[in-house]
């Protein structure tokens, strides 16, 4: 005996795209303000700075600045990948998909291009955050003294922050992955 199957009926595929273009925006506008978060941290240092440690073996040394610099522009191109993937995706199911201009959220998309667009996505932004966390390390050392120095300042705003966000992106890539496993 078999069971019948059902196809999906128009407005559950809907209602699913509907679902997929509502998360892709949530991506977007989450790595647009990760962005400007890069440019603050940019722009909150200048090379030769003293800490606010008040003692000079506190204060970071240009390799700090350097190191600043590149992790800003390796998270900001993580955001930015990250962003133009979701855009893309949007623009295939908005775009491909749709005859209507009433049907917008209509779409018959490959479920694993989806998928798959939707992880890389995914993992570009964790990437991000990972490398924004680092420059933000040494924005924290370039303000504040280095992390050696045992500056309690500097070491309380590094745990915090390293505990927020690993804490965040656990829970973050543990939703994915919960996502994608039952999806």
């Known amino acids: 005996m078999t069971t019948p199957t059902r196809s999906p009926s128009p407005s559950s595929s809907s209602s699913t795209t509907s679902v997929h273009v509502t998360a892709l925006d949530g991506l977007v506008n989450v790595n647009s303000l990760f962005t400007i978060a890069v440019f603050v941290g940019l722009?909150?240092?200048?090379p030769g700075q003293k800490s606010l440690e008040m003692k000079s073996a506190c204060d970071a040394d240009i390799n700090h600045a350097?190191?600043?610099?590149?992790?800003?522009?390796?998270?900001?191109?993580?955001?930015?990948?990250s962003s133009l993937v979701a855009q893309g995706l949007k623009l295939a199911i908005n775009l491909l998909n749709s005859k209507d201009v009433?049907?917008?959220?209509?779409a018959h998309i490959n479920l694993t291009v989806l998928k798959f667009?939707?992880?890389?996505?995914?993992?570009?932004s964790v990437m991000g955050c990972v490398f924004l966390v680092l420059s933000m390390v040494n924005?924290?050392?370039?303000?504040?003294?280095?992390i050696s120095c045992g500056s309690r300042s500097t070491v309380?705003?590094?745990?915090?922050?390293?505990?927020l966000v690993s804490s965040g992106l656990v829970i973050y890539i543990t939703?994915?992955?919960?996502a994608f496993s039952r999806g």
């Open 43 to 46: 722009s909150l240092t200048t």
């Open 66 to 81: 350097r190191r600043l610099l590149v992790f800003e522009v390796v998270s900001f191109s993580f955001f930015l990948f």
């Open 102 to 106: 009433d049907e917008a959220f209509r």
């Open 117 to 124: 667009g939707m992880l890389g996505s995914a993992i570009g």
């Open 139 to 146: 924005v924290i050392e370039i303000r504040l003294g280095i």
């Open 156 to 163: 309380r705003a590094v745990a915090t922050l390293i505990t």
């Open 175 to 178: 939703t994915v992955f919960y």
